[in-house]
């Protein structure tokens, strides 16, 4: 099987965007929304050459690191109480355990954009 192309950018800016915009609704109803992004993984989306490559590169998250992830998004866990935001999940080539972050979320372009975004919020709270 020839290695894939894979849309996955495209798919991983819609849930990007979608959990740091929702996410951040949903905290006020009580629930949590985070996406966990890792790197490369081991999926039957690409061909079983690719996966093998990336890991002899030292470029594959192993699936024990990505459930780490999923556990520190647990209650109790290091981000159990985080929504809106996104889990970077890294692989690490020089021996070391593989990494796992949260991503800052990007600034505000002006503080317009900032008094727009904090309207939405007071709208959304308030059941406009």
């Not at 099987?1 to 991983?12: G, H, R, S």
């Not at 030292?58 to 935001?85: H, I, R």
């Amino acid at each position: 099987m020839p290695p894939v192309l894979v849309l996955n950018p495209y798919y991983d800016s819609a849930v990007v965007g979608f959990v740091r915009s929702y996410g951040k609704v949903l905290e006020f109803e009580k629930a949590t929304m985070t996406a966990i992004c890792p790197n490369k993984i081991r999926t039957n989306i690409s061909s079983k050459a690719m996966a093998d490559e990336a890991e002899k590169a030292g470029a594959l998250v192993p699936m024990e690191t990505l459930m780490e992830a999923f556990e520190l998004l647990l209650p109790g866990g290091q981000y159990g109480e985080v929504s809106g935001e996104c889990l970077e999940v890294a692989p690490s080539s020089s021996g070391s355990k593989s990494q796992v972050r949260l991503v800052p979320v990007i600034d505000y372009l002006n503080e317009e954009s900032k008094r727009s975004a904090d309207l939405s919020f007071a709208l959304q709270r308030a059941g406009a």
